[in-house]
């Protein structure tokens, strides 16, 4: 499993990934999300953190055998492929500026890794469905366009992809899919997606036990 010393490395594998789903952050905002992820207030706690655990060490000591891995080999489940493309589908079909959390979450009641998260955490997914439906047909009418151009992804939805990126790092997976992206979008506290989850019993909790460890709400383990 990868840990600070391989920040830079995972600032960049973030921007990949991130760049590969048209979602654009600098390499400085990268190294701030990374420092975040680790429990640091900014990237120079960090980076001085990192320079002072490798200097007793770089003479003597060989590289970490993680260090050979290439974050650059993360990568978004095919599941995920198809549900990010329908989620702008979602919200291209009606002529919404932008693609929203919610667009999100109806295409990924569709998503293999994502139902079977809901469903180990009790989650009633014809609710969310319809929960979601509803919403996007009738709170989303000042989202409508004229235009012609594609739905962008609204900030919110930016930020749960990178929240799930950090995620699928720091848990040494190679494999961002759906069931992850879940538990990101539960940070988002103030969507109606994060609200619509959790108006069915499900946590956050309850969605990293069930990917950590293939624990069940209510008991019982399963594989993930």
Request: hydrophobic content about 40%; glycine content about 4%.
């Amino acid at each position: 499993m990868r840990d600070f010393r391989d920040a830079k490395a995972m600032a960049r594998a973030l921007r990949d990934a991130l760049k590969a789903k048209a979602i654009e952050i600098t390499h400085t905002e990268a190294l701030e999300l990374i420092a975040k992820a680790f429990g640091y207030e900014n990237w120079n706690i960090l980076s001085a953190r990192i320079e002072a655990a490798e200097r007793p060490a770089a003479a003597s000591a060989p590289p970490p055998a993680e260090a050979w891995h290439d974050p650059a080999l993360l990568t978004f489940s095919p599941g995920l492929e198809r549900s990010l493309r329908r989620a702008h589908s979602l919200a291209n079909e009606r002529h919404h500026r932008y693609a929203t959390l919610e667009h999100l979450l109806l295409a990924l009641v569709d998503d293999q890794d994502a139902a079977d998260a809901m469903r180990a955490c009790n989650a009633d997914i014809d609710k969310v469905r319809r929960n979601m439906v509803l919403y996007v047909e009738s709170e989303l009418e000042d989202l409508v366009t004229d235009g012609t151009e594609d739905s962008k992804p609204t900030a919110g939805f930016q930020r749960v992809f990178e929240r799930a990126v950090l995620y699928t790092q720091s848990s040494g997976r190679e494999e961002v899919t759906g069931a992850i992206v879940l538990v990101a979008i539960f940070d988002e506290r103030e969507s109606h997606a994060a609200y619509s989850l959790q108006e069915t019993g499900m946590t956050r909790y309850d969605a990293v036990n069930y990917i950590s460890h293939g624990i069940k709400k209510g008991g019982g383990d399963t594989t993930v």
